[in-house]
């Protein structure tokens, strides 16, 4: 969800004036939602990410790209004022299709359903917890 957030963020950022409503609006979802990261498991999300890399190399690499650019903990991409940046040091805007990829691979049918209760994210990150806790 956080990640989603961020995409509608920069989107409308992109798609409306910066003072439209919409935007302020979305401004406080975010602090809402950056809030929210904080609680309870969420903060393990960009350790388990990391596992995955170091564990499980072959489903990292099916991750949405988004998850693998902003949670892996060797990239300097990440979350800035809410938006997405993909490469800091740049002051080049996020080219519209790099929001379409990220779109299309988290509204993957596959995707979705490895991330359901049994399935196959729903699994690894059961064993995370297991081997984190064990």
Partial sequence: MDTLAHIDYSVSIL???????????????????????????RTLFPEFINW??????????SLPYLWRAIYDKSNPAGYRSFRIAIN?????????????????????????????????????YTEFLANRNG
């Fill in 52 to 61: 995955l890399k170091e564990n499980n190399p072959e489903k990292f690499n």
């Fill in 88 to 124: 800091p040091d740049s002051n080049q805007p996020t080219p519209v299709s790099s929001f379409n990829q990220w779109i299309e691979e988290f509204f993957d049918q596959k995707f979705i359903k490895s991330i359901y209760k049994g399935g196959s994210l729903d699994i690894l």
């Fill in 15 to 41: 798609a409306y004036n910066f003072h439209n409503i919409r935007n302020k609006m979305n401004m406080e979802y975010m602090r809402w939602r950056i809030d929210e990261e904080q609680k309870g498991e």
